[in-house]
């Protein structure tokens, strides 16, 4: 376990969190739009074209599902642009891998280019990334966002932060696995039976992936693809376009 962004959350149960939603007024208010944003990985330009798109009311609530850092041009400007935004970020896999590396120095956490964000983030980035939470859950619409997923027969509030983080398919053994790891298991969502209604990043897609139970809104930004915000309760989309493919 590495510190207190391992433990699930719903909205208003965490200082961090009950900070969040004091500033907003959104504790139990349905009033606004709840507005879900996919992997932004750095691309601030991007994140700050969406933000212009969206236009957030004070009613309203923006949960980014993980992994606003690495991989793309500035992960401290998506930081700056979540925190004037009043962003709920939830904790996605690179920022786990950061801050683990943070606590441990073991080199076996970092990949290609993450140093660059390492080096670059500054006190305040550290202890927005250790406030993240693994879930924002809202009863209303039976509805949990998550960055990776589930495994489908557990408890989603029991799950680990390395499951919910890092789960793409699910093997012949029932183990959660990354899709390059084993590209012929199905999806961790192929599975999923709900209740709840899941909204989740982590795997790019060319197209947002719908299932009854749950969508996938990572399109691979970073990739060259787009950004993508899930509005709800209408469940309208709202993408933009990569400038550029930033990550190869």
Known sequence: MVGAFLVYFHAGWTLANLHRDAIRGIINDMTGRLIAVGDIHGCHLEFAEMLELLDLQGDDRLVLLGDLVNRGPDSTKVIDLARAARSISLLGNHELRLLKYRK?????????????????????????????????????????????????????????????????????????????????????????????????????????????????????????????????????????????????
């Open 104 to 248: 441990t120095g073991d080199g076996k956490y970092m990949k290609e280019r993450d140093l660059e964000t390492f080096d670059r983030l500054r006190p305040d980035d550290w202890a927005y990334l250790e406030a993240m939470p693994l879930t924002y859950e809202e009863p209303e619409l039976t509805t949990v966002f998550v960055h990776g997923g589930f495994l489908a027969g557990e408890p989603w509030q029991r799950q680990s932060a390395e499951v919910v983080t890092r789960i793409q398919v699910v093997d012949r053994e029932g183990k959660p696995r990354r899709r390059a790891d084993a590209p012929d298991a199905p999806s961790w969502a192929d599975l999923w039976g709900g209740p709840p209604y899941v909204v989740y990043g982590h795997t790019p897609r060319p197209e947002v992936y719908k299932l009854k139970w749950s969508i996938g809104i990572d399109t691979g930004c970073v990739l060259g693809g787009h950004l993508t915000a899930l509005i709800l309760p209408e469940k309208r989309l709202v993408q933009v376009k990569a400038r550029q493919r930033y990550f190869q």
